[in-house]
């Protein structure tokens, strides 16, 4: 990373720090793409095909998912190579009911080795997706000894994930892992949704079917060919070069895979399913007409609606709102802006509306039982701090290290854990779900609400969270989800004892 570009960005991260912490895009540079951008809004908005059980038993539901090689019409008229979870981007949507076990077969017939995370997953140790414990292609010749993928299990072509589904219903998202590599290999396609339902939410009359719309929103870059544009060193070293050490910033927002797409609408209320799957970019999502209120965050449904304005999005985080065009004329067209982009980069979606239709969903006043965390439960504190140093991205001045582990947590406890950073940082905990505490000398912000698994630190920001330990014993990560960041070792294990 040039000195020139870290200087700036501490010196940004250092005015930031004296008052309110400094609002954007995040941290990393814009990849400016060299294809023509396409028109917005007039692609029609896809939505990714739900994944079928190849075998059902009592209690186990079973899939089969190939990762390959496929050519996809990304930008409108050109074709683009990717790497897609059964050839598509987004993969394909995993359905999970709570009380209802699924074994999830990858198979990988990709030239690399890849590792499949269920981001959000309350998951045995054995199936989170470590970053070491890979699939390897057909014909694959293991790391050699010394190197970080050396160090962990390898499975031949295929693996099975175990998934008990025991949470509450919610919107999670799965995708790749692999060790020093997650950025390129994300980029390239390897990211899907997965939804997880249950008989509370079942009872709650939100909007459903073909009004439950899941948006899995990402910004890239294309070549001139039409590929996807990713500055890697080589296939050797990890994280992107040169300045975009920092992270990458597309400059084509995708949604479901679309550039800029258009959904055609009734004027009723809509559930909007908010992922952010870019690999830096953070957004600020409002739309230009309708109302916006919130009902779910990382891992569930709140306990009550929550009017907003706006809905911030780090990476790896998501938000349920309902979006009500009640009342709207037909031929309404309500975009939905990212006040945080320029120029293209500040526009998403748009919605056109066909005109009024009949609507028996409803927000109720209480959406699901979320007991809050109080502080005295605590049974220890923990400061993790996430800051750039040696050329690396470190936690606690500790690059990652595969085979160790920086603490050990008893099973069902509850800790009180403080984020600390130099820039824009989403934190991402595996396995363990938790509550914001406060943000500086402030409580929680409006985005903080609910149960999370990833929150967003911004620079020179401390924030506070109750994390409740519960699920299983094992080794288990907690790490920055700026996937370059990422990559470039700010990651640390953690046991379940």
């Not at 940004?12 to 809004?41: I, N, V, Y």
């Not at 057909?138 to 050699?144: D, H, R, V």
Request: proline letters at 9%; hydrophobic letters at 35%.
């Amino acid at each position: 990373m040039r000195r020139r570009s870290v200087l700036a960005l501490a010196g940004a991260a250092t005015l930031a720090g004296c008052s309110r912490p400094a609002d954007g895009p995040g941290t990393g540079e814009l990849l400016a793409s060299e294809l023509p951008l396409p028109e917005r809004f007039r692609t029609p908005l896809p939505i990714p095909p739900v994944a079928r059980p190849i075998k059902v038993t009592a209690d186990t539901d079973h899939y089969l998912i190939t990762q390959r090689v496929a050519q996809a019409e990304l930008i409108p008229g050109t074709k683009t190579e990717i790497w897609g979870y059964d050839g598509l981007f987004p993969g394909p949507t995993l359905r999970g009911r709570r009380g209802r076990r699924m074994v999830v077969t990858v198979r990988n017939e990709l030239p690399v080795p890849t590792s499949t995370h269920l981001h959000g997953g309350v998951t045995p140790a054995e199936s989170d997706g470590f970053p070491t414990d890979l699939i390897l292609p057909a014909g694959y010749s293991p790391a050699p000894p010394g190197h970080h993928s050396a160090a962990g299990r390898h499975h031949d072509t295929t693996r099975d994930y175990t998934y008990p589904m025991t949470q509450r219903a919610a919107t999670l998202w799965y995708h790749d892992h692999r060790m020093d590599f997650t950025g390129p290999q994300v980029w390239r396609g390897l990211a899907g949704l997965f939804l997880v339902t249950d008989e509370v939410e079942d009872a709650l009359p939100l909007p459903r079917d073909d009004r439950d719309l899941p948006l899995m929103i990402c910004d890239r870059s294309f070549a001139a060919d039409g590929s996807l544009k990713y500055p890697r060193r080589d296939t050797t070293h990890p994280g992107a070069g040169g300045i975009f050490h920092a992270g990458i910033f597309g400059d084509v927002i995708l949604v479901n895979g679309a550039p800029w797409p258009r959904a055609e609408v009734p004027a009723v209320r809509h559930r909007l399913r908010l992922v952010n799957a870019s690999n830096a970019r953070r957004y600020r999502l409002s739309l230009s007409a309708g109302t916006i209120t919130q009902i779910g965050s990382d891992a569930g449904l709140l306990a009550a609606p929550l009017p907003r304005k706006d809905v911030l999005l780090a990476p790896g985080e998501r938000v349920d709102v309902i979006a009500d065009f009640t009342g709207l004329p037909a031929g309404s067209e309500v975009t939905m802006a990212n006040t945080l982009g320029d120029g293209p980069t500040g526009d998403v979606i748009r919605f056109v509306i066909t005109g009024p239709a009949a609507d028996d969903s409803g927000v109720p006043a209480r959406l699901s039982a979320v007991p809050t965390l109080e502080r005295t439960r605590a049974v220890t504190e923990r400061r993790f701090d996430f800051r750039f140093g040696g050329g690396l991205w470190t936690i606690n001045d500790q690059p990652y290290d595969p085979a160790g582990t920086m603490f050990s947590a008893g099973l069902g406890t509850v800790e009180l854990w403080r984020f600390t950073s130099d820039f824009h940082h989403p934190v991402h905990v595996h396995l363990a779900h938790f509550q914001v505490l406060s943000r500086g000398a402030n409580g929680p912000e409006p985005g903080d609400a609910g149960w999370k698994d990833t929150v967003d630190v911004r620079p020179y920001e401390t924030v506070q969270v109750l994390v409740d330990l519960s699920g299983h014993r094992g080794r288990y990560m907690l790490h920055c989800h700026n996937l370059e960041h990422e990559d470039m070792a700010m990651m640390a294990n953690y046991d379940i004892v």
